[in-house]
Every structure is written in C-alpha cells, then in structure tokens.
C-alpha cells in the first residue's frame, strides 16, 4: 500500500527490505503526520489527507508492534483510541515520545510514559552519544519472547509475576512480550532483534492471524513450518524449540511443558536449555534467564585483563611501556599517553601469570574464551590468532598437507596460501574462477570444475594422494558458493577430504539465518547429521546402483551423494577484525573436524607455534573476546542493519536517474552466469517489483552475491577505478574503500556503518555526477571526444583476464593431471644463477607465440586485482603476457619494470628436471 503525506508519497511497503526497516521509517513518518496535524488541524481537505495517512500508518504498524515489547500492545491501542477521539495534541506528544525513544533507544534505559497525565518531559537522550563509562554502568536491556495462547488476564498475570521477581541486583534487566503460535514465535525472533531468550509454554497454537505480506514473506522462508500441521499440538513445543535453534541458534530457549519427562526425552529439542515441568516457580525462571543471558556476556579474557591492569605490581621484565612507566616518565612522548589514556598501557604485559593465559599453551582465561568462541561460530574448536588470518591460512596448511600431497586450490585465493603451498611442500592443482572479463574480475570455482579436477586425479590413480580442497567463501567480491554442495559431491568421490574455506570476509555470516546456510561451520555440523540419517543411508544406496558402471561425463552431469561413511573434516579461517569487532590482526580459527583429535591435534599444535608469536598482544585478544560476546547478544541485529544498509545503497544507484548515467551497481546478473543461478532471479532489487525473495536465491543457486558487497561499475565516468578510489573518494571526500577493478570500486557495508554514512556517499556520488554534467556541458568537441574515449576504453576495451597455463614438466610428476611442486620452484630461483630478466616487449610476445616455453621464477601479483597471475614455475602464456602489458596498475608485486620478467634459464629447468628424475 502507498501512503500519502501531505504532497510526499512514502515508500511502499514493498520497498522495504525488512520489517524492521519499515517499522523504523512508519513511526517517523507517523510523527512527521501528527506534527502536520498538529499545525494544520484535522478539518477540509488537507486534514482529511492528513487523518487518512496517520490511520494507514498506524494500520502498518500494528501487526509488527505485536512482536515488541516497547511501546508495546495497551500503549499502541493507546494511540489509536486518542486518533479516533481526534486528542491530536496529546497524540503528538505520545507519537514523538515513542519515536524519539526508538530512534535513541532510551527505552532501554528507563520507562517511557506514553499518554496519561505524566510530565511532558523530553529530555530522553541518545543512548549512542551517552559517554562509554555512563553506558557501561547501565544495566544491559533485552527482551523475553514468551509464546501461549492467553486471555488479556493471562497476558498481565504472567508480566506482573515476572516483574515481581525483579531484583537490584540482577545484572541485566528485561521486559517480556507474550505471543500466541509458533509461527509468531519464528517472526518475533526474526523481527525483534531485542530477544535474547524465549519461553515456550503448553497454550501455544500453531498458525499466526498476521497477514502483512512482508511478515508472510518471513514465513515463507520455513518450509518446516508446513510440516508440523500433522502433528498434535503437544508436540508444537518442542517443534518451536527446534526451529528457533535453526533460526537464531543463539538465542536461549525454556520449555514449559505439562506432558511427562518420558515423552519429552526422545524429542529434538534443539538448543532448549532447561525444560520446567508443570510449574509456575516464575523466581527460577526469572533466574534461569539471567543465568542464560551472563552465559553469553562473561568475556573471560576481557575481565582478567581489567582485573590485572587494576592490580599494583612491580615490572621486572620486558616492557618498559608495562604500566606507562616509560611514558609518564617521558618529557618527550607524553602526547601518546594523551592520546591513549591510560587504560591501554596498564593492561600491556608480558605477564601470563596473575590471572592471565599464554596464547600458545592455554589453560585460563583464553582457553575459555576460545571455547565461548567456538559455541558462538559452531566449531569444535576455535583458536585465536593476533597476526592475521594470512597466519591462519599457513598455520591450517601447515598442520595438514604433507610434501607430496596435492591441494586444489582456488588460482585467484588469497596471496598467503599461495605462500602456505611453498611451505608445506604441496602439489598444487589450480582451479580457475569463471572470469566477468567485463569488470576485469573473476567469479567463484564452478562445482563442475572441482569436480572435473578430482575426476582427473582419479583416473591417474591419484586420488589417494589428494589431500584438500581450498576455496575462499565468500570472495572479495561477495560471491558465495553453494558450500554444503561442494562438499557433499567432492566426499562422493573422495571421503576424506579435508576443506578448508578462506572465510576471510565471511565472520558475520554466522548470525544472520539467509547467509548461515553457507557457512563452513553450520554445513558441517549439518552434514555430520544428515550423513547418519537413514533417509540419507536409502539415497545414496539408490545412487550408487544406478551410477553402477557410470563413465566421468555421468558423474560429472550427477548431483552425487556423499557416503553415510564419509569424513567431515572441515576447517574455516576468519578475519574477525575485518568484519566484527576486534582489533586489526584480530583472526579465529575454526574446526570441525572428526579426525582432528586423532590425527591433526599434534600436528596443529606444531603449526601453531610455528607460526604464532610468543609475545601475542594481550589487546587483540580481549577484543577477540569481546567481539565474539557482542555477535552472541546482538550480531542478528547488526548483521541485519548491514544488509539494511547495503540494500539501501542498491536501491538509491539503480532508482536515481542521475546516478544511471554514470554508475551502475552490479547485480547477480552482472556477475553471476545464468547457469549458475537456478532460482533465475537476476537482481536483488526491482524498480518495479521492489526486493527478491533473498532466502530462495540462498538455497538453491550454486552462486548467490552477497548484498553487502557493493560492485560499482565507474567506467562510465572516464576514471578507471584506482583514481576514482584514490583521486575522487578519499582525497576529496574522506571516503575509504578498499578493492577496485579496472572499471569498478568496491563498496562494503559492515556492522558499523551507519544510515548516516550511505547518506553522505549516495550525496557524493550525486554530487560527482552533477560535475560530470556539468564538465560535459561546456566541454567543447575535442574535449568531449577525449572523455568517450576514455569511457571506450575502461567500458569496451577491457583486456580479457587469462586462465592459469600450467606448470612447466620440470614441475610436474605427469603431463595428464595438473599438479605442480611450487615448492620445488620457488626455492629453484634463490639461485640467481637460475634466473633471467626480460622486457615485456613485442620480442617476448613473438617468442611465446613461436612456441617457446619461457618460465616464471616469481610471484607476480598486481593490485588489483592482488593474486598471482603468475607463480613460481608456471608456463607464461601469451594470454597472461597480453594481460601484463595492459595493466595499467600502480602496484605489480614481483615484477621490476628496471629488470623485466623474472623467468628460469634453460639450463636450470633441465637440470632441474634431470634432477627430480
């Protein structure tokens, strides 16, 4: 429905991405109503307009402020009683309250009065600017979802016996919001990010009465919902538990149930943390909560830091800056313990005694940590790093692949596997991307192709020798790989493949149910469970007959079935400093692994302290602790505004006319061939039929694009995108970005970007697009040439990218399959002897076109796009050398434009290759 105010049309429903969007802009818009209301009176034409929005608005809000406990059901009603009694004054108070509060988030800090007689005070400030110390002292609020099918008297008895219950001391304080069904149950978690623990009782039914179309959306998501019609409605409880562990795994459930012990025992009750029998004892629920919620608060680490830097203690050790001694004492820094307080240098230590924790032995403090870490990301295991997830990638190689072994690798993953390769003593058999030669970037690793390369390996008899596959989920980019997929047809032909999935960029995955179902983690502890199913035993049982004899074209055109017997081992390595909070450098490792006890829990350790430092900065480990509380108690709402965000930025490119002349935001289907979009859905957004159904994209494509990543293709402007990146939005307007293309820069929204930060770039980029008129308006023909010149060349003109060649046969143990030893080749160029230079001219391309087999000694990575496009002992193909000599890019690491292309003389290979024989 559209909503008229005054002369400004609102969005429409459909236009928003998530109800709580649309909540938030409702109750603005409704106070922006009352207000006119308020001055221009309700009478004629324009009050008449004015009575109607206020009364749609108010329509739109109240299926959605069921699932809220503040202003809550009594207030709302409130509001709409005064509407009708036409008391506008007292209704713009009442409006303005409520959405000052929700915009400030006071509500979490004390009552809100909403009508009545209480004192009209307005004095209720933003929570975000209070000073940290202020709202560190406040209790932290959260919400209790308690679902049964209640009377108003039932509904207040069980709020006042809660309320009751309150005591002073209690850490945390919380209001409860009562539903009817299960389904409510599912939206509640869904649209009220406040939840933090929901009570499931033995009143509840099954359907909801809501039918808002973006709430319906919601239910559309679970399909599961349909399947618990056939059964009694004693088991619709313990059915609510199950789905909200898979919707918000997080969160704490409690069943209240009046069926005995015997009938509840065999039931999957998903994460449900105690089950109270036939009772109303609301002081140990009430405890129960608390109990549940400091479960996920306690930041161990954290604390025993705060608690030693307030102990006085004498340093004899390293660290003169321990303490800030060495800067108080100072007449020459002092501006740096200005800079800093003083918190930061009493908590800096060499210390792993006084109720600290040694990193690379852990016993206390951090062991714990990383046991909180790995029930928050759903590991077995989960290590902390303070070198980066570079580190994590060689630590998990290192402790994994032995000399010999071949790795399927991802060509264009990040540098330090690359590196991880050369140090384990792999075989590595590269696997290309599908290239969007368009951008001058590469997709994602087709199932096909993994499937192909394994296939291969297979045949040679090599399959034994096959040891992981390595692929970065998501990519730079934002594609997403279909993981469950993968890994399920990569076991059906080999079961007891290791993976390890570069997550670099993917942490926040964990807390949002649409990305969740393509994480490492969640898919492996899937797998771990439908591998034991007996339906899963009959299906794969039926495959194998009927592929009984099946030639590799059969295989390859079968979605295959992995065997009930088949190994999940399965690892994920994440930047939590790139994408939650935590200090940079601040990484985890994850594993989930069956065999990692028995096989690997040596062999990482070694790894581990190879490549950890024996002096870990104890303040990357605190925010490593403190990070992982904040995504347990409020990831689901600050990965949801992230999406918010990024679909907000979507919306604003592809709506503006001004913004299409010049920009276009990549879609799935800029960037993701239509073979590997099942669901056939080309944009996350649709001027006309606004947002797509994202959780259907999600489980089925083997492609989907993250939302949050947003490509702009700049080639329209003239600039390429290194000088759009560097010259325009961070010279000019203090805008930071990281990744460009050719013809593209990369916008990233992450859980702390705000509304305010998209408005101030679409205002940027409208702005550059207003000087681009403008430059064109009075640009006389030569000038207008140059600038489609220009655009020809960063639009049309694109240099295709070139597929990995493949690496020499002195480097190879077999021409059939593609494995190469780039450990062998790396070392082999530490003789400068081995090695020769040439220029990147027309004699070099003339020689590769004649047949000549010339070589790579090094690594050449330019940025962009920052992998290797060339490595140690591959065969440089004119393709590639096409491509270096059309690189106009600032940084070519490995490369000397002073000396020229590093290759391997001839003599060296032979002797290389005499050698290895």
Not at 40 to 68: C, F, M, N
Not at 101 to 117: H, Q
Not at 467 to 493: K, P, Q, S
Request: proline share 5%; net charge negative.
């Amino acid at each position: 429905m559209d909503v008229q105010h005054e002369n400004h049309k609102l969005p429409s429903v459909s236009d928003y991405f998530s109800a709580t969007q649309l909540r938030a802009d409702r109750w603005s818009a409704l106070r922006e109503t009352a207000e006119s209301m308020l001055v221009h009176g309700v009478e004629g034409r324009q009050g008449s307009k004015l009575l109607k929005t206020a009364e749609t608005l108010l329509d739109v809000l109240a299926p959605i402020e069921l699932y809220w406990a503040f202003p809550g059901a009594h207030a709302f009603e409130h509001l709409r009683k005064l509407l009708e009694q036409r008391n506008i004054e007292d209704l713009a108070i009442s409006v303005r309250r409520v959405a000052r509060a929700l915009a400030s988030g006071a509500y979490r800090r004390r009552t809100i009065p909403v009508g009545g007689d209480e004192i009209d005070n307005e004095d209720y400030e933003d929570e975000s600017a209070l000073a940290p110390e202020d709202r560190a002292l406040g209790r932290p609020y959260f919400e209790v979802l308690i679902v049964d099918n209640v009377n108003e008297h039932q509904e207040r008895f069980l709020k006042n016996n809660l309320h009751r219950v309150r005591r002073a001391e209690d850490p945390f304080i919380y209001e409860p919001v009562i539903v009817p069904s299960l389904e409510d149950a599912l939206m509640g978690i869904l649209f009220n990010y406040n939840v933090q623990a929901v009570i499931v009782r033995p009143g509840l039914v099954l359907k909801s009465k809501n039918v808002l179309p973006i709430i319906q959306q919601y239910l559309k998501r679970f399909n599961e919902v349909e399947e618990v019609d056939a059964l009694e409605p004693y088991e619709y409880g313990p059915e609510a538990c199950r789905l909200i562990a898979k919707v918000r795994p997080e969160l704490d459930a409690y069943l209240i149930t009046d069926r005995s012990a015997e009938d509840i025992a065999g039931l999957d009750l998903g994460r449900c943390r105690r089950v109270f029998y036939n009772q109303e004892d609301f002081l140990e629920l009430h405890l129960n909560i608390l109990r549940g919620v400091n479960r996920r608060y306690k930041t161990p680490f954290f604390t025993a830091l705060k608690e030693y830097s307030k102990q006085p203690t004498g340093v004899f050790h390293a660290m003169p800056i321990s303490r800030g001694k060495s800067i108080s004492r100072s007449h020459w820094i002092q501006d740096m313990g200005a800079f800093y307080g003083p918190n930061i240098f009493l908590a800096e230590t060499s210390a792993t005694s006084g109720g600290l924790d040694s990193l690379l032995e852990p016993k206390g403090p951090i062991k714990e940590a990383q046991d909180m870490a790995a029930r928050a990301f759903g590991s077995k295991q989960t290590f902390f790093a303070t070198n980066g997830t570079s580190t994590c990638n060689k630590i998990v190689v290192q402790a994994l692949v032995r000399p010999g072994d071949i790795v399927l690798v991802d060509r264009d993953c990040h540098k330090s596997h690359h590196y991880g390769m050369v140090l384990s003593g792999a075989n590595v058999a590269y696997m290309d991307s599908y290239p969007l030669h368009e951008y001058s970037m590469y997709g994602a690793v087709p199932i096909s192709e993994i499937k192909h390369t394994l296939l291969a390996l297979k045949a040679e008899g090599k399959l034994d020798r096959v040891r992981m596959v390595l692929l970065t989920n998501c990519t730079f980019d934002g594609l997403v790989y279909n993981v469950e997929r993968v890994m399920e047809e990569c076991l059906a032909i080999k079961k007891d493949l290791v993976f390890l999935w570069d997550e670099a960029w993917f942490a926040f995955a964990r807390f949002s149910p649409t990305y969740r179902q393509r994480t490492a983690m969640s898919v492996a502890n899937g797998l771990r469970k439908r591998l034991r199913e007996q339906s899963h035993v009959a299906a794969w049982e039926k495959q194998q007959e009927e592929l009984k004899g099946a030639d590799n074209e059969t295989l390859m055109k079968t979605r295959l079935i992995a065997p009930p017997d088949a190994r999940v081992r399965v690892y994920a390595t994440q930047s939590t400093h790139k994408t939650l909070t935590a200090l940079r450098q601040g990484s985890m490792i994850h594993v989930n692994d069956m065999d990692f006890k028995g096989e690997v829990e040596q062999a990482f350790h070694e790894a581990y302290m190879t490549h950890t430092s024996t002096s870990p900065n104890y303040q990357i480990i605190a925010s490593l602790d403190v990070g992982r509380r904040q995504v347990e108690l409020e990831g689901f709402e600050f990965v949801q505004r992230q999406i918010e965000s990024a679909m907000a930025i979507r919306r604003a490119v592809s709506t503006h006319p001004l913004l299409q002349k010049y920009f276009k935001v990549l879609t799935p289907e800029d960037m993701i061939p239509d073979k590997y979009r099942e669901s056939g859905i080309d944009a996350n957004f649709d001027q006309h039929d606004g947002w797509s159904d994202k959780w259907e994209i999600w489980a089925r494509d083997e492609f989907v694009l993250d939302p949050t990543r947003v490509t702009l293709a700049v080639g329209g402007t003239g600039w390429d995108g290194d000088t759009f990146k560097t010259k325009i939005l961070m010279d000019k307007y203090g805008i930071q970005i990281n990744k460009t293309s050719r013809n593209s820069v990369l916008f990233m929204t992450n859980i702390g970007t705000t509304r305010s930060s998209v408005a101030y770039l679409i205002e940027v980029l409208v702005e550059v697009a207003n000087e681009l008129d403008d430059l064109l308006d009075d640009a006389s023909k030569m000038e207008r040439l140059s600038f489609e010149k220009r655009v020809a060349n960063l639009v049309e003109h694109v240099p295709p990218l070139p597929d990995f060649s493949r690496f020499h046969d002195a480097f190879r143990s077999g021409s059939s399959t593609p494995e190469g030893d780039i450990r062998s080749a790396f070392f082999l160029a530490y003789n400068e002897e081995n090695c020769d230079y040439l220029d990147l001219d027309d004699k070099l391309m003339k020689r590769l076109e004649d047949g000549e087999e010339l070589v790579s000694a090094s690594f050449i990575i330019p940025y962009p796009p920052g992998f290797p496009i060339l490595v140690p002992g591959q065969v440089i193909s004119p393709e590639i050398l096409s491509f270096m000599r059309a690189l106009d890019v600032s940084e070519i690491h490995g490369y000397r434009p002073d000396l020229g292309l590093r290759v391997f003389t001839e003599s060296a290979l032979k002797g290389h290759k005499k050698k290895s024989k």
